[in-house]
């Protein structure tokens, strides 16, 4: 490789002894939350059934478009009915085919520490994924570019509360995009050791992707095809299209065995109907139809629900998240998702230009949305802004922080002899204080969760300090992170071979294109 | 009166033809939000049944301190032992005295209109309440004054979304403390038709504000009695101890059938125990105690739970709101107050100084945790910053907004044949897309919440605008409502009899202080 080690520190003229370096905050290990409560069922159980058959209704009566012929061509002739790209599924048909989906998955990571329960109760935070434009810690904002990428992979490694790279981070592109697969995830597997995605942009870029982590993992192909080891999001064209490269990606990625998560991305009022409950039916029926997919190319292959239905500003047709609209859907699409048995995917996102309250409180609604609906693998948890336009480092930071203080509020209170602090309570007694008693002392250093951005000075002090905002303090903690970072260990023959693997495929011009 | 009219239109100097008047935004009626859905039970019911017994357990083995003896002399001799100021109560006692605790209460104000359910599935969401301090909209922070105050009264008649006034909005130190709750109550009676507060802090204020709500509403004192129309915040002193005013506070108005709220103010690591359960317990025993009372007072009369545990942060003390822990203790009060049957009291707060993310996300983690948590009566709800500190109206605007959003979060999904849209979907058919249909058409304009705030401008048209912030939209909203406030209609002759009360309480030295 022609160019500098990404893996090793970001900041090279930097001393590296540790004096003088600021220290990163504490952070608690890497660990996957759980849902400790019941879910917020906003439908209730007549109305989940009601849009389950509503759907059925709209795979049997309306069918959905698959535009890949060798998809076409795996359908059986029971059940399905075929007209042109028109595809047909008779209820019953759609019923038994997706009961062999399983309910929980292992997503398998080259560290095994790593590697991911998805389904159950368990929760899975991933990083942003798929923005064009990367904002600059002095908010300029440009297309995104490999060094953005890296960077954005950097602190996806450095946080324990990000589990998962949940794509391009922001797409890179300066990387041609015969090449951009290869490269991106040769940068995944090296600087970081979380689970992976892939893009279904084309069979051979799954192929491709598949091999490099199976080097990664140090497998046989038989082994990774009994051990998921990379996701692909399959997103339909809504309304009621499956284009070729997504049917691709399902044919390839199921029958090797790997998490496929069907989301469709039905906006009401534009790509959905313009009520909830019709958005939903829609958002369903594609899911359904993905769903069955999966299930014809291998029966048990691993497959995930993705709700990600929202609505659009009617003025402008501007798409809108973390509204009380996207709350009630996300938390719908889990209740759909357990109705099937399958693991449900959900979103942390907003529309914001900037880190303002307003990137804050429409992240927080969509976190609400998707943590009281049970969701079990989070996509975008990391770095969204601007409805997906741009990546930041600094909403990076926050969204870390946010996603921390969920996990927090998901650890049910204790409640014993102990935390209950009679004997603490009777000496502290009437008008006094519980700083010094030694219930206390010996629980204080870590009783509450320690946010990374809050600012908790009083107000003189703070005005003293210069009055920072959150954007500010979240920004410096992006520097003071990715100054910090340091690559996960990699076998140096394993390693060796990932770059032949990326040397030679690029050598071999990639996956061809027409530009 | 001596001075300009309150209740006239703020900017006198400005042309109110109407003409050249920025329109305000639009805002749905006044209408309580109802708890649609389960609230979240983040204890077992075996930990609720726990903390339960441990609290009795405290004020049996521990006591609670009643600081006013006539409350002490109050107390019957059967289950309460009495050792100076220390009062022990029998646990059989105390559950036989609460059973008499009304579950739902109509709060009622001079403006019929605006009477509150509080019980139940209703929700109702007041101002910010006593902060000593305002920023004004250029930033600057000082004393709280009047015209601050009325400002923020201003806006709370403005906004749907805010059902009643929740205390002084700020506090206004230019009045002095003698005759404050005189001039504060006439204004919040002339300058709002909706439910009152009024702060326990001496006998005499309790009687006077009553007075002066009798005449708001043109009743009797019987009437009045049998009609809560004013409510009283009673604050433990944590631990365990019940002060003097709060103690009269609770006599004077469970004897005349006003509502009390019973809020014990918790921190857990400095004025409870650090461990949440332990917190809670305090939490617990202190509010089973002044229900108690309120019982012993007028069996029947209207008391409502509050929760109000948060906690510190450890290293410098300082409190700590919207946390995770709040959240938790939110739901956990909630879950408490259903256990005793009484409405449920909770509130929007954050730490932030500045109308930042932090402000966004700790006060929508506050939300998350009182609305989950199944509250009935949120105070705080807009307007409140740095722990309560400071007064904004600048949050005042953005809170309105927040809890619009919940309130529209509340409102069920409605699922059938219309909304599921099967005709609409088959006429979009693959492909398509349903701006222009019918099925949009007909719903487009009241399809989805608009937010007061959000702005979700492309980047670009967003960066020409001048790359503005939730907070400075927030600023300029605030002063486009205050421009338009106009003050809610009320009988000259009650209005007469109120400012009457008033001149002759104020020429009378109010209530005699001792500085």
Redesign the interface.
């Known amino acids: 490789m022609n160019e500098p080690d990404p893996t090793a520190p970001r900041r090279r003229g930097r001393d590296r002894s540790g004096a003088g370096r600021p220290k990163l905050p504490e952070q608690k290990p890497f660990r996957q939350p759980q849902m400790?409560?019941?879910p917020?069922?906003?439908?209730s159980d007549d109305?989940v059934e009601?849009?389950h058959l509503?759907s059925l209704?709209?795979l049997s009566?309306?069918?959905?478009?698959f535009l890949e012929a060798d998809a076409r061509a795996m359908l059986p002739k029971d059940g399905v009915r075929i007209d042109g790209?028109?595809v047909r599924f008779d209820p019953a048909f759609v019923m038994e085919t997706i009961r062999t989906c399983p309910s929980q998955i292992t997503l398998h990571s080259r560290n095994p520490g790593h590697s991911l329960q998805v389904g159950g109760r368990a929760m899975a935070f991933g990083s942003v994924a798929s923005p064009p434009?990367f904002v600059e810690l002095d908010g300029t904002?440009h297309a995104g570019t490999r060094d953005n990428f890296r960077d954005l992979l950097r602190l996806t490694q450095m946080f324990n509360i990000v589990h998962f790279v949940a794509g391009y981070p922001v797409e890179p592109v300066d990387l041609h995009s015969s090449i951009r697969h290869l490269e991106t995830t040769l940068d995944m597997l090296t600087m970081t050791d979380k689970p992976i995605h892939c893009y279904s942009l084309g069979r051979q870029r799954n192929i491709d992707v598949l091999e490099m982590v199976r080097i990664a993992r140090g497998r046989t192909q038989e082994q990774i095809d009994d051990e998921p080891s990379v996701f692909t999001i399959i997103n339909s064209?809504s309304?009621?299209?499956l284009d070729i490269p997504m049917l691709q990606g399902i044919m390839e990625y199921s029958k090797h065995g790997q998490l496929v998560i069907i989301t469709p991305f039905t906006l009401?009022?534009?790509?959905?109907?313009?009520?909830?409950?019709?958005a939903?039916?829609?958002q369903n029926?594609e899911a359904l139809a993905g769903m069955v997919f999966t299930q014809v190319v291998r029966p048990g292959a691993p497959v995930a629900y993705g709700g990600f239905t929202s609505?659009?500003?009617?003025q402008?047709?501007?798409?809108?998240f973390g509204?009380?609209?996207y709350?009630?859907?996300a938390m719908?699409g889990g209740q759909l998702a357990r109705r099937y048995g399958v693991p449900y995917r959900s979103s942390n996102v907003c529309?914001?230009?900037?880190?303002?309250?307003?990137?804050?409180?429409?992240?927080?609604?969509s976190l609400?949305g998707a943590v009281?609906g049970g969701v079990n693998f989070l996509m975008h948890g990391a770095g969204w802004m601007?409805g997906g336009?741009?990546a930041s480092l600094a909403k990076f930071v926050?969204d870390c922080d946010?996603m921390a203080?969920?996990a927090?509020?998901l650890?049910?209170?204790?409640?014993?002899a102990?935390?209950?602090?009679?004997e603490?309570?009777?000496e502290?007694?009437?008008?006094?204080?519980?700083?010094g008693v030694q219930?206390?002392q010996d629980?204080?250093?870590t009783?509450?969760?320690?946010?990374l951005?809050?600012?908790?000075?009083?107000?003189e002090s703070?005005?003293e300090a210069g009055?920072p905002?959150?954007?500010r303090r979240?920004r410096e903690l992006a520097e003071a992170f990715l100054a910090e970072y340091q690559a996960p260990e990699m076998d140096s023959a394993v390693r060796a071979e990932l770059e032949d693997f990326t040397r030679r495929r690029v050598a071999e011009g990639g996956v061809k294109t027409d530009f």
């Open positions: 400790s409560y019941e917020t069922r906003v439908l109305h009601a849009i509503a209704r709209v009566d309306h069918g959905i478009d790209a028109r434009n904002r064209s309304p009621l299209r009401a009022g534009a790509m959905a109907p313009v009520t909830l409950a019709g939903l039916s829609l029926a609505n659009v500003d009617m402008s047709g501007a798409p809108a509204t009380p609209e709350m009630r859907t719908a529309a914001a230009n900037a880190l303002d309250a307003q990137a804050a409180y429409e992240s927080v609604f609400w009281q601007e336009l741009h926050l946010l203080m969920v927090e509020y650890e049910p209170i204790v409640v014993d102990e935390t209950l602090a009679h603490a309570i009777g502290v007694g009437p008008g006094g204080h519980f700083f219930h206390t629980r204080f250093r009783a509450f969760y320690k946010p951005i809050s600012d908790w000075r009083n107000f703070w005005a009055s905002t959150a954007d979240a």
